[in-house]
């Protein structure tokens, strides 16, 4: 309960509808009300996400949807990665698992509320589907809905096609989405300002968020194809150094000569020492 309560609180302050105008979606929930973090910690996930991804799972996503009563629609759809290709790519998805979906259900879900619907076993066919995951889906009628009590907790392969339904109800239903992935798979989410915040945690903590992964390596001496953006700026700051070289050098040698001139007295009646020769 304390958990939803902040969620329609966070929801008027923050929440987006970007996505779509019968739903509210709230992100980066780790950066707001510590409450999200507490629940984030809870040993649950993270011995689930370690049996089925490994020990080297890394945080993609933690974020709360609600469904606005009244309303709602049905988009069949995957999730992160598998969105991203079909055959080939769902095919290594049935060998090796790359993401692990986590849905906790705020509300209950009922027939009328706009809970999940799933396609059972669909993670273990091949569909054709675009970039956004949406599917057009022949086998339509082997659907099934989630009935199920808030507090409960849904684990699903991300190729597993689903949809939340349609909010007949009076009340809004929310839920809170997390998602793990492989460390070769890059995150729904920007895992640097994380490995900031947490930067006093400690180490298996702050592996979640990547600090084990290798920072990508740019040269800095050689332009190449893709983003020369950071060769040229390179040079540019190699050529500027160089001439501010130049500049400090070019002034000091100016001051040096000026203070020689400034010095010279001219002398009365000099007095002219012969050296001998010899100790010439």
Sequence with gaps: NKVKSQVEKENIKRGETQWSHDSIRLLALLFK???????FKNEIFHKIAKKLIGQNYIYSYYAANTIKCKSGSINFHTDHPTQLGSGQFKSL???????????????????ENGGTIVVPFSHKKNYDYDFHGKIDLKDIDKKISIIAKKGSILFYDPGLIHSNSINKSNYDR?????????????????????????KNHQEDFKKIFGSKIPEPQISKTHSHRGNILPPIIGEIKR?????????????WMRLNLDSQRTQHVEVENPVIIEIPRVLI
């Design 239 to 251: 050529r500027t150094k160089n001439l501010f070289k130049k500049i400090i050098f070019y002034n």
């Design 33 to 39: 009300n510590k409450i999200f973090l507490e629940l």
């Design 174 to 198: 929310s839920v809170l989405i997390m998602s793990f992935c492989q460390p070769f798979i890059k995150p729904q989410e920007n895992l640097k300002p994380y490995l900031d915040l947490f």
């Design 93 to 111: 998805n049935n060998q090796y698992l790359l993401s692990l979906q986590i849905i906790v259900l705020l509300d209950d879900f009922t027939e």
